[in-house]
Structures are given as structure tokens and as C-alpha cells.
């Protein structure tokens, strides 16, 4: 009943941008923390960056501060990943995450919402 759907990826070159966008739809009925996660090849994946239901706390991997920011837009359920000053070792599988409230045939559930992952590779 609820879809993540990232956009954004592709390949750049160190030290180029990138902004990905995460768009949750379906029977939402309220969305908690939202997150960006991320995969390299042959590693775990690993947190990237969260942010608060207001959008008033935000959290990063050491790895990205100061490069990577992350905010949100409540009004169109979307989360974006603003990636600055890139590094060959950025280069991963981000995925979105959603603590999602939604609505099924009879009440209503919460739990944790994946999208399907999109492909940054970025070229030293």
C-alpha cells in the first residue's frame, strides 16, 4: 500500500553534485523519520543520513557531513539527498527509508518502507 520511489542517481565525477529524491505515495496517513541509506559492492549497507518528521534533526555518517544534506518536503512526502564534493568511495546503491503510517482494508499499521535503490557511481 506504499511505494518508495528514488530518482537522482547516475555517474559523476569527483568533486561534482548530485540530488536524489525519494517520493513516498500510496495510503499514507503520516510519515515519521526519513532516511538515505547505502551500499557499495561487497560492503553492508550503511546509514547515510536521517531526518525528524519536522525536519528539525538531521543525523550523518561521519563519511558525508559537511558534504551531504538531507531535508524533506511533508506537503509532497519526498526526501532528498543534496551530495556535494563526491568521492569515488560515494560510489554505492543509495536506498530511501520511511517510517511510514498508512492505512490498510480494516485499520491502520506502521513499520519501515524501502525503496528499490538507485545507482551513484562516481569516477576519480
Known amino acids: 500500500q506504499v511505494q518508495l520511489v528514488e530518482s537522482g542517481g547516475g555517474l559523476v565525477q569527483a568533486g561534482g553534485s548530485l540530488r536524489l529524491s525519494c517520493a513516498a505515495s500510496?495510503?499514507?496517513?503520516?510519515?515519521?523519520?526519513m532516511g538515505w541509506y547505502r551500499q557499495a559492492p561487497g560492503k553492508q549497507r550503511e546509514l547515510v543520513a536521517t531526518?525528524?518528521?519536522?525536519?528539525?534533526?538531521?543525523n550523518y555518517a561521519d563519511s558525508v557531513k559537511g558534504r551531504f544534506t538531507i531535508s524533506r518536503d511533508n506537503a509532497k512526502n519526498t526526501v532528498y539527498l543534496q551530495m556535494n564534493s563526491l568521492k569515488p568511495e560515494d560510489t554505492a546503491v543509495y536506498y530511501c527509508?520511511?517510517?511510514?503510517?498508512?492505512?490498510?482494508?480494516?485499520?491502520?499499521?506502521?513499520?519501515?518502507?524501502w525503496g528499490q535503490g538507485t545507482q551513484v557511481t562516481v569516477s576519480s
Open positions: 531526518i525528524t518528521s519536522g525536519g528539525g534533526s538531521t
Open positions: 527509508n520511511a517510517d511510514v503510517t498508512y492505512r490498510s482494508a480494516v485499520h491502520y499499521n506502521r513499520h519501515d518502507h
Open positions: 500510496g495510503s499514507i496517513v503520516s510519515i515519521r523519520a
